[in-house]
């Protein structure tokens, strides 16, 4: 009995129901990081001015309430979203060396970081749609995507979010942590954070794979064939000139895709298959992953996209 009673004591001085994490600024670079926080500075104020313009014209240029033009503003919402979910802590660890964070605090940390990053993926599929079509469709497309119908694309856009994040996100009370965790990035990351559980995860895992595949796994497929029947009515265009039209109006969605999924990738690659990587590799991609959509999105559409371009130099330079 008494053995027992010392072998709890024991386990309770490496577990907890309430631990402090330890969030990762640069590994290695730590007397370096007020001089690295000088372009991530630069790099949130690129993101924050950009996305805030895009709203900000789109909201007050009437010429551009249409639906595309909503669907961007969903986008660019959602990357300020983004943006400030990380930024707090970030720059925290960067300019005090504040790197401990509670267990309620990075659970509403992840709460913001995966509901963004999840309303955004819902957001692009809707763009796909958008210009499915706009293409496929043209003589039918105010009748389809009417201001109510854009309105429930968002509305089912962030219900989806909620449902699926709330439930990961409660299951994560329960869990007994190690205590002094240190997690890899200089924020909270749900396959980061219950890596490090010290409890039995299964239900976990299987509620992480249910989301999984009801948003990356359900989202991609459903842009890539958005753009297999775009592909297919472009080519039977008879006029090249026209098919380069319609091909073009889809460059700047194509690359917010390609800027969105491709870092989220090779994070979760690293994550997965990474253990020998040096930790400063995981960390530039997790800053990487998080702060490239925001900062690129605004650049992307303002040089590809005629009619932003045009609002932005005109908000710029009026006299």
């Known amino acids: ?22 969030l990762t600024g640069i590994p290695g670079l730590e007397s370096a990081h007020g001089w690295i926080s000088i372009p991530f ?16 014209i789109i909201v007050t240029q009437h010429s551009l309430h249409e639906p595309m033009y909503y669907f961007l503003s969903m986008l660019s919402a959602t990357d300020l979203g983004l943006t400030f979910s990380t930024m707090s802590t970030t720059l925290r660890i960067l300019w005090f060396q504040a790197n401990e964070i509670s267990l309620d605090l990075c659970i509403v940390q992840m709460f913001f970081l995966h509901g963004f990053t999840c309303t955004e993926s819902g957001v692009l599929v809707a763009m796909a749609f958008d210009r499915y079509v706009a293409i496929c469709k043209p003589l039918r497309y105010t009748m389809i995507l009417t201001n109510s119908r854009i309105i429930q694309i968002g509305f089912l856009v962030i219900m989806r979010t909620l449902l699926l994040i709330i439930p990961l996100l409660l299951l994560l009370k329960p ?9 890899s990035h200089s924020y909270c990351y749900y ?20 989301d999984l595949i009801l948003t990356t796994g359900l989202d991609i497929p459903c ?45 979760s690659l690293v994550h997965r298959y990474g253990r020998s990587v040096p930790k400063v590799v995981h960390t530039m991609m997790a800053n990487v992953y998080l702060l490239l ?27």
Not at 244 to 261: D, G, L, N, R, W
Request: glycine letters at 2%; one cysteine or more; proline letters at 4%.
């Open 191 to 210: 396959p980061d954070v219950i890596k490090l559980a010290c409890s039995d995860t299964r239900a976990n895992n299987i509620c992480g794979l249910v």
């Open 293 to 319: 959509p925001p900062v690129l999105n605004p650049i992307i559409y303002s040089v590809k996209t005629k009619q932003i371009r045009k609002a932005i130099l005109s908000l710029l330079f009026a006299k």
């Open 175 to 183: 869990v007994s942590f190690c205590k002094r965790n240190t997690l």
């Open 41 to 56: 500075c630069c790099l949130y104020a690129t993101a924050l001015t950009g996305n805030s313009m895009i709203l900000f």
């Open 1 to 22: 009995m008494l053995q027992m009673q010392d072998n709890t004591e024991f386990l309770s001085n490496f577990t907890s129901k309430l631990p402090t994490f330890l």
């Open 223 to 267: 842009i890539v064939l958005s753009y297999i029947l775009i592909i297919r009515s472009v080519l039977n265009i008879a006029s090249s000139e026209e098919r380069h039209k319609a091909f073009s109006t889809c460059v700047s969605h194509i690359a917010a895709v390609a800027v969105f999924y491709i870092p989220m990738f090779s994070l």
